[in-house]
């Protein structure tokens, strides 16, 4: 499984966490930029991955977690 | 000669960001209140600490066993109303003039609200800009991701995953440990970006 090019699966899952709207999710969203993204989003954010993945994501992977395109790659590579 | 750290005297820190104040616990802050967070496994798990339960007596001792001159403990309170909502434990290495941070919101109320994206900035200027501080790190454990967030969210950089750095408390397991680091130059970089 290759990235989707629309990002659709990453907005979807990060519009759950964060409690909005698909839409609103912008392709450069991240940490940084969107205000509703805090510490107990990004905890709902890594769980809902691992349950999607079926499995614990590594350190490396946590680590690497910080923007919507981060969870897209997440998601293909888990899906690989 | 000595660094610029290791040649200061003992000063209490005293912040103030928009809604919160930070300052040095004195022992007079061991509150019933202190004391729930140790006795909270919910505050004391992402730490890896074991829940203790200590008198005030003990823990107005533990407070006074940080000297403001390489040990910090630095209380979170609101400005508004003076609530205590959590701490910082630093320590410093005047030789290295580095500086390991961690932090405790103890009041659930606050998880979630960006205390720590509020205060830590604060303390990051103090500690490079008046304490002679050039590196401070952290320790998270790889599986706190409330605290692995409010690194990345800060520009800190990943240094390393310590494999099995420590043994759970809990399970006897061995656990991931991940080193984050803020470099003096980058943190001024950073800051004149905002």
């Known amino acids: 499984m290759t990235p989707a090019e629309d990002l659709s699966n990453a907005r979807e899952i990060l519009a759950g966490v964060l409690d909005l709207s698909a839409d609103t999710i912008g392709d450069d969203s991240s940490i940084g930029n969107v205000e509703e993204w805090d510490s107990l989003a990004h905890v709902r954010l890594l769980f809902e991955i691992e349950r999607r993945l079926k499995r614990e994501l590594s350190p490396v992977e946590i680590a690497s977690i910080a923007s919507l395109a981060d969870i897209d790659r997440i998601l293909a590579l888990g899906a690989a | ?194």
């Open chain 2, 1 to 194: 000669m000595m660094s610029a750290a290791s040649s200061q005297r003992a000063q209490p820190v005293r912040l103030t960001t928009p809604r919160f104040l930070l300052r040095n616990l004195l022992p007079e802050d061991a509150s019933d209140r202190y004391l729930s967070w140790a006795s909270d496994s919910d505050v004391m798990a992402p730490l890896n600490a074991p829940v203790v339960h200590m008198t005030r007596q003990q823990l107005a001792g533990y407070i006074s066993s940080f000297d403001a001159v390489t040990r910090f403990l630095i209380g979170i309170f609101l400005r508004d109303g003076n609530r205590h909502i959590g701490f910082y434990m630093i320590e410093t290495d005047p030789i290295h003039c580095l500086a390991s941070f961690s932090v405790v919101i103890g009041d659930k109320e606050f998880w979630g609200k960006k205390v720590v994206m509020e205060t830590r900035p604060a303390l990051l200027d103090h500690f490079f800009e008046h304490r002679g501080i050039e590196k401070i790190f952290g320790l998270p454990l790889a599986r706190n991701i409330p605290a692995i967030f409010n690194y990345k969210a800060e520009g800190w950089q990943l240094e390393g995953i310590l494999k099995g750095h420590r043994r759970s408390i809990t399970g006897g397991n061995r656990l991931d440990q991940m080193q984050f680091a803020m470099l003096k130059d980058e943190w001024r970089a950073r800051r004149k970006q905002t």
